[in-house]
Structures are given as structure tokens and as C-alpha cells.
């Protein structure tokens, strides 16, 4: 998400970068360039023109002419307004009312509400809650048995009553099942529909009624475009939302619904579902996708993501060996696999800094970089134990078996072994306190 916007920003900045100091002339064509950013992003024309007038009212302002490097500050001012637009972040409410809490998942066919349902449980059970999940998807072919399935899946408990009963109904007694079943938080499953469909909206605001739930999310596509801002303002006025879940964030979706959803309904963008996996799913915060979107990366995002796929016994085994310098080949091996566990390569490498402007110029791109994780692991596959162990064994002799071994070039064996040595040096400023600590992350794209 958000791809082609990035690259026009970072396009333009790096042409008003190079000019030292910020004229009329130059900043109208900034300004130009960040409107037609915005509106082939698919952002909403109204909330362009708003944008755009605030980030040109701080820019001719005093704040730039008397910043050091103007440039820089005009592309603060852009990573501000972009936050501000996209709100402050929103956690769940779990503040008010009796236990179990009721969570509303609402929005239209399509939008994958239902795995939404299934990874907002797993979330929520990492957070210490007890979910139990409501099917009232009446409507759609299999959706009751998908909602099983997936319970069934995570090890979390789903009531049902099949196609037959009313969705309102069957959220109601779902609530007190829940409650017998001592759940703390309740999420109900609803059909997807157009927020034209009076008897469906109507239905809606009956299973608000009945069940009286502390959020009511809309779950939406974030490859819905223009359209979007119709969808919010519609269930919006019918239902009343609390909060968005933008989902498919990983595919080729502009980016624009996000920013003219959030500023057409003023909730809060509370989660991204980030790949098709259940564990593809992350709380939003918007100040770490504007510096995603500006290319500046999103270290804290990746530290949480290593932190989730790292055991702590093995996080502080592997510590003691960085410390000691005793980091092998094996040990490299491995945190290749968890690192590719933690979600699509491109997605995880972009969080880090400057790459994402690799991979936006084209230096780096998604297929290159599997291929050279795979030609890494065949290349550290290919060795004997006692050569991941010790790399200084690997002669000139045992380097050409390796590389006939995993079908590579004796330049490509040299190159991993060198990336390792360079990582290794990199440790050793590490354990001199020069570098923070992200674990089990090799640098290996250069």
C-alpha cells in the first residue's frame, strides 16, 4: 500500500532537496506535485484541497524561511500534516460497560471480515482477553462453517446457529453464551453489505441495539479507491462506526482510502491486516506508516515484529553469543527462517531506512530479494556442520564444492561469506555500544 504515493513523494523531495532554499516558484511545483500524488493515490479531491492549503500556509510561513535547510523542513511539515490527517492512533474500549465487551464487525461483501474476525481474536488473546466469536454471516454461502474453521484453528470457542435463525437473534443469545462461557470480549461476525441496503443497514442497528457493543469496526478494503468515502460516510450515518480496520494493505491498493476514510468519518484507524495470515495483523499507528510512506522506515514496527517471532530464551541464548562473538553460520540460517516467518520480504525490509528508497528506484525489488534469501539459505544448506561452525575451514576447494552444491556461482559462496564477516565486524560495534540492538536481523542487501 501506499507504493506509487511514496515514490511521487520521494520524487519530489529529492528534487526540492537539491535546491538548498525554498522560492514561489519551486514550492508551487512541490505543491502541485503533492496534489497529484494525493489524487492518483485515490485520496478524496475535498480532503486533497485541505491538505494541500495547510501544508502551503506552513510552508510560506516563517517556519521554513528561518529553518537551516528549508527543503528538510518543508517535508516535516508534509510528515506532520500526513499524521494529522490520519489521526491519532485508537485502541479498543474497553473502559466502559460490563464484561464480556461486544465488538461489531461490520462492512461489505468481500472486505474479509471474517479472517478479520479470526486474527482480531488472536490479537486479542496475545493481549490476555478470553474472545468468543459470534457467526451471524446468515447470508453467505459457508461463511457459518468458515467462522468454525478458523475457531477451530486458533483455539477459539465460536457460537452458532447455523443459516436458519435471525442474524439479530443469534447475535443476542451469542452474547449470553458468552457470558456463560466466562469470555471476556465478544466479536460478532456480520454479513457484508451495501451501505445503500436499507433492510440489511436496518439490521445492523437492531444487533447494535440488542447487544449494545463497545466498538462497532469497520472492516475495508484498502484497494476500495474513491468509492471509499462513500462506504464510511454510509455506515457511518446509519450504524455509527468507532473505529476502521483497513485490510489487503499488502496488495497493490493506492493508499488513499485510508487517509479519506479516517477524515470523512474522524475515527480512528485502529488496525491494518497486513498479509492473509492470521498473525498478518498489527495495530496501527499512523505516525510509522507516514514514515513508511516518506521513506523513512519503521524501526519500531520491525523491533515489535522480531520480538513477536523470537523466543526469549532463544533471543537471550543468541545475545550471549553475539557477546562472546561465538555467532556461526547455523545461527545465521536460522534467523533467516524466522525473519521470512515475520511476513512478505519486501514488507519487512521496506521498515528499515533508506531501503524502502531502494526499493522504490528499483535497486530493490520483491522477486530480487527472495532470491537472494533462498540462494542464501542453499548456499549455508550446502555446508557441512562443521563449516557453519567454523567459516574460516572453507578453502578454496570446499567453496567450489559448496557452490556445485545449491547451484550457484563460487562468487555468490564468497559474497554470503563476506555479508557474514561484515555482519559479525557490525556486532562487534554492537557490543560496543555503537548500534541499537534489532534481533536476528543480518544485513543482507547490502
Known amino acids: 500500500m501506499f507504493e506509487g504515493l511514496s515514490k511521487r513523494l520521494q520524487e519530489t523531495f529529492d528534487r526540492l532537496g537539491k535546491g538548498g532554499t525554498i522560492t514561489e516558484e519551486n514550492l508551487n511545483t512541490v505543491m502541485r506535485d503533492v496534489r497529484m500524488a494525493l489524487l492518483e493515490a485515490d485520496v478524496a479531491l475535498p480532503i486533497v484541497k485541505d491538505f494541500v492549503n495547510r501544508v502551503r500556509e506552513r510552508a510560506i510561513g516563517s517556519e521554513v524561511h528561518k529553518a537551516l535547510r528549508p527543503a528538510q523542513q518543508v517535508v516535516k511539515i508534509v510528515h506532520d500534516e500526513l499524521t494529522t490527517t490520519l489521526g491519532e492512533p485508537g485502541r479498543l474500549n474497553f473502559m466502559s460497560g460490563s464484561k464480556p465487551h461486544v465488538i461489531m464487525l461490520i462492512g461489505l461483501q468481500g472486505s474479509g471480515k471474517t479472517t478479520t474476525v479470526a486474527k482480531l481474536a488472536t490479537y486479542l488473546r496475545r493481549e490476555g482477553k478470553q474472545p468468543f466469536l459470534v457467526a451471524c454471516d446468515t447470508y453467505r454461502p459457508a461463511a457459518v462453517e468458515q467462522l468454525k474453521t478458523l475457531g477451530k484453528q486458533i483455539n477459539v470457542p465460536v457460537y452458532d446457529e447455523g443459516t436458519s435463525a435471525k442474524p439479530v437473534d443469534i447475535a443476542k443469545r451469542g452474547v449470553e453464551a458468552a457470558k456463560q462461557a466466562n469470555a471476556s470480549v465478544v466479536i460478532i461476525d456480520t454479513a457484508g453489505r451495501l451501505q445503500i441496503d436499507d433492510q440489511l443497514m436496518a439490521e445492523l442497528v437492531e444487533i447494535k441495539r440488542r447487544t449494545n457493543p463497545s466498538e462497532v469496526l469497520l472492516v475495508a478494503d484498502a484497494m476500495t479507491g474513491q468509492e471509499a468515502v462513500n462506504i464510511a460516510t454510509g455506515f457511518n450515518n446509519r450504524v455509527g462506526i468507532t473505529g476502521l480496520i483497513l485490510t489487503k494493505i499488502d496488495g497493490d491498493a493506492r ?181 541499537p540492538k534489532i534481533p536476528g536481523m543480518p544485513n543482507l542487501f547490502g
Open 255 to 435: 493508499g488513499g482510502a485510508a487517509i479519506s476514510m479516517r477524515a470523512v468519518t474522524n475515527v480512528p484507524i485502529k488496525f491494518l491486516g497486513t498479509s492473509e495470515k492470521i498473525d498478518g495483523f498489527e495495530v496501527f499507528h499512523p505516525d510509522r506508516l507516514v514514515d513508511r510512506i516518506l521513506g523513512m522506515g519503521d524501526m519500531l514496527s520491525l523491533i515489535e515484529k522480531a520480538e513477536e517471532h523470537f523466543d526469549e530464551a532463544e533471543a537471550i541464548k543468541l545475545q550471549d553469543k553475539l557477546m562472546k562473538n561465538q555467532f556461526t553460520l547455523q545461527d545465521f540460517l536460522e534467523q533467516l527462517k524466522r525473519i521470512r516467518k515475520m511476513g512478505p520480504i519486501a514488507q519487512i525490509m521496506g521498515m528499515i531506512p533508506g531501503v524502502s528508497k531502494m526499493q522504490m528506484s528499483g535497486q530493490l525489488n520483491e522477486q530480487d530479494m527472495e532470491k537472494r534469501l533462498s540462494r542464501v539459505e542453499a548456499i549455508i544448506n550446502s555446508m557441512t556442520h562443521k563449516e557453519r561452525n567454523n567459516p574460516k575451514v572453507l578453502n578454496a576447494s570446499r567453496r567450489k564444492r559448496i557452490a556445485a552444491g545449491s547451484g550457484v556461482q563460487v562468487r555468490d559462496v564468497n559474497e554470503v561469506l563476506k555479508q557474514f564477516q561484515q555482519m559479525q565486524d557490525m556486532m562487534g560495534q554492537l557490543r560496543n555500544g555503537k548500534f
